[in-house]
C-alpha cells in the first residue's frame, strides 16, 4: 500500500480514549535432575530412521476442517517502484509467522499482493513510458519474484487490478452509501501526491513539506464523496477498551497515551471554548464534537482507478479500494465472488502486520468502514518499525532502499530473513550494515549452530559408523543439556505466539550456545580415545547433542526454512518428514538408537568478508596462480579441519 503518512497517526489515534495497554509473558519452567542411563546398547544392526516419534504427530496438522484458521496479511505494495529491503522486511516477518502458525497445526491463510491504483501508479507509468496496466503487471511481477527468492510462502497474491477485487470494492461502496455514510462536499486542503493524501497543515515541515517524503504539498481544491468517519468515533472507543490488544506492539499505543495526557488536556479545553462559542451562537455542526475528521473517498483528478458506482467522472480513493484487498483475496481463484462469499471465506483477519506509517490506515478508517458496512474487524493490527538509512525511512519514493535482490543473491536467503528477523526487534526501527550482517550470519549460522553439527556428525561418523547407539530419550535421562533445551524451546514457542520474533531467534540461538558449552566441557573425543565406560558414554553425548540440533532444526524453521531443511537432512530424514512436521516435535525424543545420519557437510557455508579477505590479501605473500575455491567447499575444508582436530 502507498506510504500515505502516518506521522498523523498520533493526531488521530490520541482522540480516542488512552487506554492502559499491556502484555504479560509468561515462561514454563521445568524440573532439572541428572540420572544417567547405565545401558548403552550398540545396536547389531543398522537402520534408517523410523518416524513413529514425536518428531512427526499428524494430529498436529490437524485435519483442515478441524483447524483453527489464522488469516495473516502484508501491506499490499504500492507498485510506483519494485520492492526494496523495507517491503521485504514486512513479507518475511509474515512468512516466518505464518510457517510458525503452521507448525501449531492452524490452517494459514496467508495473504500479500500490490496495490495497483492511483496517481503515483499512473504518474510512475508515463515517466517509464508505458501504460499503466504493463506498469503494473511488471512491478507486480518483481513483488512475485523476490517473494519466490525469499522463500515467502503466501496463500494469496492479491492484485486489486483483479476484476473479482473491482466487484467487491464497488459492492462495499454501495453498502456504505446505503447505510447513509457516504456524501458529497467540496475539499480544500494541501495534498501530498506520494501520500495520496490531504494533510493536516500542522504535520506539515517548512513549505508544506510532507515530513516522510520531503516534497511540498500542493494546494487542491475538489469536489469529492466523502466518508463519514466521525460517526464512528465512539464504536471506535469502544473498541479499542474492549479489546486492549487490538493495536501492537503495546508500546506503540502507550507513545500515543503519553502524548494523548498533554493534547487530550488542551484538547478537552479548546472543546469547552468551542462548546461555550457555538452555545452562544445557537449553532452546532455534526461532526465537529468528533476529533476524527471525515475523510474523502474519491477523486475527481484520478482516472487510474476504480469508478465510483453512478459517478464515472469520479475515480475510488486507493485507500479505499486497497483495504478491501485483503477481503478479495479470500476468494477462490479465478472466481467472481461477492462480498458475502469473499467473506465467508476467511474474514475476519487474524491480523494485519504492517509498518507504522500506516497504522492510522488500519487502525483507524479500516476498522470504522468495516463497521459501517456491517462486517467483522481484524483482531490485531501490529506496526512494525522502519528499516532505515542515515535515520531516515527507507522508502521507494526517497530512493533511499536497500536492493533485497542484490543480498539474496550474495548471501541466499536464509542469511536474509535470519539477519533482518534476528537484529531488528520487531516494532522497533533497526539499521543495516553489511559488516554487521557478515558477522551475525557467520558466527550464529556458520559458527554456533553449523559447526556444532558439523563437528558432531564427525565424531559420530568416526566413533559410531554414523549411527545413534541409543534413543535419545535414554541418553538424555536427567541430562542438564536436555533440561536447558526444553526451557528454551519453550521460551521460543512463546515468543512467537507473541511476534517477539527476535527473541525467538535468540532463545533457539542459545540452544546451540547450549550445546556447544555441553560439547567443549565433555570433549566427547578424549572419551572416545580412552575406551570403555568412557566411550559409551561419549557415544550418548553425541545422542544428546543431535538431538539438540534436531529441536533447533524445528525451532528456526520459520526464520530460516532451507537452512532448517539442510540440519534436518543432515540428520537422516526426508523432505516429506520435515514438511510435515510440527511443533510438538521440538518434544525431546525424536531421535531414535539405530538412525543413520547422513555423511557430514555444512549446512551453511561461512560467508568471505571481503575487508578481512583483503587486510589478509594485502599481509600474505603472492602465492602462484591458486584457483579461488567455492566457498562451500572452503567451509567443508574448514569443518573437515575441526573434526580433525577434536
Ligand atoms: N523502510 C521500511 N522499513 C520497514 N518496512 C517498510 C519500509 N518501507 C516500506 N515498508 C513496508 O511497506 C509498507 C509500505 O508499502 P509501500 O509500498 O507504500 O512502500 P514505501 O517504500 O513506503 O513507499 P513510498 O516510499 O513510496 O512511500 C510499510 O507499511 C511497511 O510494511
Not at 9 to 34: E, M
Not at 296 to 319: C, E, L
Request: proline share 4%; charged share 20%; net charge neutral.
Amino acid at each position: 500500500m502507498a506510504a500515505r503518512i502516518n506521522y498523523s497517526v498520533q493526531n488521530t489515534l490520541c482522540l480516542l480514549n488512552p487506554l492502559n495497554y499491556s502484555v504479560n509473558a509468561k515462561t514454563t519452567h521445568f524440573k532439572t535432575g541428572l540420572n544417567f542411563s547405565k545401558n548403552l546398547i550398540f545396536p547389531r544392526k543398522l537402520k534408517r530412521p523410523t518416524f513413529c516419534t514425536c518428531a512427526v504427530s499428524n494430529n498436529d496438522r490437524q485435519s483442515s476442517e478441524a483447524a483453527e484458521t489464522f488469516v495473516l496479511t502484508t501491506p499490499l505494495y504500492y507498485v510506483n517502484a519494485p520492492p526494496h529491503m523495507g517491503s521485504a522486511y514486512t513479507t518475511i516477518a509474515a512468512d516466518a509467522i505464518a510457517r510458525f502458525q503452521r507448525l501449531l497445526g492452524k490452517k494459514v491463510i496467508f495473504v500479500t499482493g500490490t496495490d495497483e491504483h492511483g496517481e503515483k501508479i499512473a504518474a510512475a507509468a508515463a515517466a517509464a513510458g508505458s501504460t499503466p496496466s504493463q506498469h503494473c503487471d511488471v512491478i507486480s511481477q518483481a513483488y512475485k519474484t523476490l517473494w519466490k527468492d525469499l522463500e515467502i510462502s503466501h496463500d494469496k497474491f492479491i492484485r486489486t487490478t483483479d476484476p473479482k477485487h473491482e466487484g467487491i470494492v464497488k459492492e462495499f461502496y454501495s453498502r456504505v452509501l446505503d447505510k447513509g455514510d457516504i456524501y458529497r462536499a467540496d475539499y480544500e486542503g494541501l495534498y501530498c501526491v506520494n501520500c495520496e493524501e490531504y494533510k493536516d497543515e500542522k504535520e506539515l515541515l517548512d513549505n508544506n513539506c510532507c515530513p516522510m517524503h520531503l516534497k511540498p504539498c500542493i494546494e487542491r481544491k475538489e469536489d469529492n464523496y466523502f466518508f463519514a468517519l466521525s460517526k464512528y468515533q465512539k464504536q471506535l472507543e469502544e473498541n479499542l477498551t474492549q479489546n486492549p490488544n487490538f493495536v501492537q506492539p503495546p508500546f506503540r499505543l502507550n507513545e500515543i497515551q503519553y502524548l494523548v495526557i498533554a493534547v487530550m488536556f488542551i484538547w478537552c479545553f479548546c472543546q469547552l471554548l468551542v462548546q461555550l462559542f457555538m452555545l452562544l451562537m445557537h449553532r452546532y455542526k455534526v461532526g465537529s464534537k468528533s476529533g476524527l475528521k471525515d475523510f474523502s473517498i474519491s477523486r475527481a483528478s484520478v482516472d487510474w482507478g476504480i469508478p465510483v458506482p453512478n459517478d464515472n467522472k469520479q475515480t475510488i480513493y486507493v485507500w479505499f479500494d486497497a483495504l478491501l484487498g485483503y477481503i478479495s483475496a479470500l476468494s477462490a481463484e479465478k472466481e467472481q465472488p461477492d462480498l458475502q462469499t469473499a467473506v465467508s471465506s476467511g474474514w475476519p483477519a487474524s491480523l494485519h502486520l504492517i509498518g507504522k506509517d500506516i497504522l492510522r490506515f488500519h487502525a483507524v478508517y479500516w476498522p470504522a468502514m468495516l463497521m459501517s458496512a456491517g462486517l467483522d474487524l481484524p483482531k490485531k493490527v501490529f506496526g512494525h518499525g522502519f528499516l532505515t538509512k542515515d535515520g531516515m525511512k527507507m522508502g521507494k519514493s526517497l530512493g533511499n532502499t536497500l536492493e533485497p535482490n542484490e543480498l539474496v543473491h550474495n548471501f541466499g536467503s536464509d542469511a536474509v530473513r535470519y539477519f533482518f528477523l534476528r537484529e531488528v526487534e520487531f516494532g522497533s526501527d533497526g539499521d543495516y550494515s553489511e559488516e554487521r550482517f557478515i558477522n551475525i550470519v557467520n558466527a550464529h549460522l556458520a559458527n554456533t549452530i553449523g559447526n556444532l553439527l558439523n563437528r558432531t556428525l564427525g565424531l559420530l561418523k568416526k566413533n559410531c559408523q554414523s549411527t545413534l547407539v541409543v534413543d535419545s530419550a535414554v541418553a538424555a535421562e536427567g541430562n542438564a543439556l536436555k533440561d536447558a533445551v526444553e526451557k528454551l524451546v519453550e521460551k521460543a514457542r512463546i515468543h512467537y505466539e507473541n511476534l517477539s520474533l527476535s527473541s525467538a531467534c535468540e532463545a533457539v540461538l542459545e540452544i546451540g550456545n547450549a550445546g556447544n558449552a555441553y560439547m567443549d566441557e565433555n570433549a566427547p573425543w578424549t572419551r572416545f580415545k580412552q575406551g570403555g565406560a568412557a566411550s559409551e558414554a561419549a557415544a550418548k553425548d553425541l545422542v544428546v547433542i543431535l538431538e539438540a540440533m534436531r529441536i533447533v532444526a524445528i525451532a528456526l524453521s520459520p526464520v530460516a526454512p532451507s537452512f532448517c531443511w539442510r540440519i534436518y537432512e543432515q540428520l537422516g530424514y526426508s523432505k516429506d518428514h520435515f514438511n510435515t512436521v510440527t511443533w510438538s516435535g521440538t518434544k525431546w525424543g525424536g531421535l531414535k538408537g539405530g538412525q543413520v545420519m547422513a555423511q557430514p557437510k555444512p549446512v551453511f557455508a561461512r560467508i568471505e568478508n571481503k575487508t578481512e579477505l583483503e587486510d589478509e590479501a594485502a599481509t600474505r605473500k603472492p602465492v602462484k596462480s591458486k584457483q579461488k575455491k567455492p566457498q562451500a567447499q572452503v567451509a567443508a575444508e574448514a569443518a573437515e579441519s575441526l573434526i580433525s582436530r577434536n
